[in-house]
């Protein structure tokens, strides 16, 4: 299995950025498909953002289509998420996964999680 370790959240202004970083041991994180979810205080995990094993191909939630954008180093094991024009209402926990689907979107699908790191948006 792989172990993923989250980190960079903070606290950021709105319209600002910030990248957070996922990195991987273990199993080999080339054999996986990985994503970012977010969890906001009493609210359900949401999917963010996908990508395939290759890197090859990548898929976004609509709220963060254009604003988001998330890559992986296999040769650092390493996933990331940038984020840009940031808004209030993307403060959650963020949580990096990991899934042998070719690329999926229901948390349902990813067996293997990190433990989060949190972002806060201020207006």
Do not use: H
């Amino acid at each position: 299995q792989v172990q993923l370790v989250e980190s960079g959240g903070g606290l950021v202004q709105a319209g600002g950025s910030l990248r957070v970083s996922c990195a991987a041991s273990g199993r080999t994180f080339s054999g996986y498909a990985m994503a970012w979810f977010r969890q906001a205080p009493g609210k359900e995990r949401e999917f963010v953002a996908a990508i395939t094993r290759s890197g090859s191909s990548t898929s976004y939630a609509d709220s963060v289509k254009g604003r988001f954008i998330i890559s992986r180093d296999n040769a650092k094991n390493t996933l990331s998420l940038q984020m840009n024009s940031l808004k209030p209402e993307d403060t959650a926990v963020y949580y990096c996964a990991a899934s042998t689907y070719y690329i999926a979107t229901n948390p349902g699908q990813y067996p293997y999680w990190g433990q989060g790191t949190q972002v806060s948006v201020s207006s």
